[in-house]
């Protein structure tokens, strides 16, 4: 397959970014980041999530970040829900989008959501009907798609089983998520050659961790299988609180450094990512998790 000239990247360092930082960020550090990352050019952010404080402290203010971000228009922020009552908080916060997170793996899916995979499932039609209603569009995250850091391997049989129910769930995306970055190339191939028997590619999107320093290589081998949206988080942010050890996305800025590179177009500004990236690395007092950032700094 040949590589495509256009790319969607998703942007979840607010959400997936910041969800793991144990000391409190502020609103303003919050919003602040969303309207960086939109003004840079991203059409897609994950502001927030609306799940249980008790688990995710991080994400208990959401509904404040929602109320306080600019919204520029033909932008697209989302949040995370992992069941009804976290859409209808989300609805009243005003996302355009939500997404709903289930996993490949049957410990994964009770360290993180506290419900087997298929009680997932029934958690997830109420939360489908009622967006279904209010006309907003869900996406759906399958974790662990390339490991699970309890279960170990997981066969992508598995993971095509849970991706075919959210895809026929009604979610307009399904994500496949390699939750702790053990996941290489030639797996990530056959991985989407074997879920995309089941659905359809432009329906199919990537979400790599960086732990093993695959990421890169990772997308590169989805686009090569006719991948055409990928999540990732500026500066490298985060990790998942129920997921030990593993790091953040793939930087937002090494992603579209690499997609530049190969001619592909992205609508999104590289100064202005990397000025985003550099700002909240600042305000969490660490560097920057990106090379590409990283190298810009050393050049001036
Ligand atoms: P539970 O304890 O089983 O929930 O948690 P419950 O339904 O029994 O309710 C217990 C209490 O939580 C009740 O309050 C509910 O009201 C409240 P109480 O009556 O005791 O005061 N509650 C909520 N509060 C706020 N918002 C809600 C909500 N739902 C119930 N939405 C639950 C189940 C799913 C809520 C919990 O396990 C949870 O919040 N899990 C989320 C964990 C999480 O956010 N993980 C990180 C995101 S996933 C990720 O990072 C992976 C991804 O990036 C892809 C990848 O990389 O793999 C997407
Ligand atoms: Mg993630």
């Keep these: 397959m040949s ?7 998703k942007e979840m360092g607010p ?3 910041l969800q793991n ?10 919003v602040r980041l969303v309207d960086d990352l939109s003004r840079a050019g991203l059409s897609h952010i994950e502001v927030g999530s609306f799940v249980s404080p008790r688990w995710v402290p991080q994400m208990a203010g959401s509904q404040a970040v929602f109320a306080d971000i600019e919204r520029r228009s033909g932008t697209v922020y989302a949040a995370l829900t992992p069941n009804l009552k976290g859409f209808e908080q989300a609805l009243q916060a005003g996302a355009d989008e939500v997404a709903i997170f289930a996993a ?3 410990t994964f899916s009770q360290r993180n959501i506290n419900c087997s995979i298929s ?7 109420p939360v489908m009907s009622a967006a279904a209603s209010a006309g907003i569009r869900v996406r759906g995250y399958v974790s662990c798609v390339l490991g699970c850091p309890y279960e170990g391997e997981i066969p992508a049989s598995q993971v095509a089983i849970v991706a075919r129910e959210l895809h026929a769930m009604g979610c307009y995306e399904t994500v496949l998520s390699d939750t702790i970055g053990t996941g290489t190339p030639g797996a990530t191939r056959n991985l989407f050659a074997v879920v ?13 961790h960086d732990t093993y320093g695959q990421a890169l290589a990772n997308i590169y081998a989805s686009l090569l299988e006719g991948i055409r949206v990928f999540d990732s988080a500026v500066a490298g942010l985060g990790g998942c609180p129920y997921a030990r050890g593993a790091t953040g996305n793939v930087a937002s800025e090494d992603v579209l450094y690499m997609l530049q590179g190969l ?11 990397i000025q985003a990236g550099n700002r909240i690395s600042a305000v969490l007092n660490r560097p920057t998790g990106s090379r590409v950032a990283r190298a810009r700094q050393a050049d001036h």
């Design 3 to 9: 590589l495509p000239t256009v790319v969607t990247l």
């Design 15 to 17: 959400r997936d970014g």
């Design 21 to 30: 930082e144990a000391r409190a960020i502020s609103r303003a550090d919050k």
């Design 104 to 106: 490949a793996s049957e």
């Design 119 to 125: 009680e997932s499932m029934q958690r997830f039609e």
């Design 196 to 208: 995309a028997r089941d659905i359809p590619r432009e329906h199919l999107a990537g979400h790599f």
């Design 263 to 273: 001619g592909i177009h992205t609508g999104i500004d590289l100064e202005l990512l």
